[in-house]
């Protein structure tokens, strides 16, 4: 079974740009969900799909994170514009429905210079 | 007060020792706990559950305090391979969000 693939490893931009994260859930797993760590800090949620149905976005810095999951298969991370404090590791999990065991992906590196 | 607090270590022990992590929450509500385990700049794996009844799985040996409101990891025997961060991890009681602790590093050394 293929795990939950992140896509890119490693992003390093400038401040004020765009970047898109992208992560592949454990194929069947209804919940999808994004955390960031940041550095020396511990893992923080950010949002949590069901399907393609944002259930809880409290964990949100603002409103230059969006976040997409169309079709309920794959979702995307948008940062627009970057900021020095948005580096960090994004991780994505995804977990069948009802279980709260989660799959976490490699997650992705972002450094904003 | 953070919502869960694991003393950061790092933890130094020799190979074969046995070492515990404690780690409290301050939820009450809290229902569904976790350890997980993450390697240096990799993602965090589920190391096991943990169950009010305590439960082990090879050398390793979680449980829960309600009252206090703690729960602990226990590993015997260590090996050069359990080297890791160690996570606490809290779900209340409902839902899939988790909370997670900052982490326990452990270094086990030859």
């Known amino acids: 079974e293929a795990g939950v693939t992140q896509f890119p490893s490693h992003s390093v931009i400038e401040k004020g740009q765009t970047v898109t994260l992208r992560c592949d859930p454990i194929s069947g797993h209804d919940n999808l969900y994004w955390y960031r760590r940041v550095m020396g800090k511990e893992i923080k949620f950010l949002l949590h799909f069901v399907k393609e149905s944002k259930q809880d976005e409290s964990g949100m810095p603002n409103n230059r994170f969006l976040a997409e999951r169309t079709g309920g298969t794959y979702s995307t991370l948008k940062v627009q514009p970057a900021e020095l404090e948005d580096s960090g590791v994004y991780f994505c999990?995804?977990?069948?429905?009802?279980?709260?065991?989660?799959?976490f992906g490699s997650g992705t590196r972002l450094t904003v210079v | 007060r953070k919502e869960v607090e694991q003393d950061p270590g790092p933890f130094n022990v020799p190979e074969g020792a046995t070492v515990a992590f404690n780690c409290t929450y301050s939820n009450s509500a809290s229902q569904s706990f976790f350890w997980y385990r993450q390697d240096c700049r990799k993602e965090p794996k589920l190391l096991m559950s943990v169950y009010s009844s305590g439960n082990e799985d090879g050398r390793f040996t979680a449980q829960l305090n309600r009252a206090s409101q703690y729960i602990s990891l226990l590993i015997r025997d260590s090996k050069l391979s359990d080297s890791a961060t160690y996570l606490c991890v809290v779900n209340r009681r409902g839902s899939y969000i988790p909370t997670f602790g900052r982490g326990t590093s452990l270094i086990v050394h030859p």
């Open positions: 999990a995804s977990s069948p429905q009802g279980d709260y065991g989660y799959t």
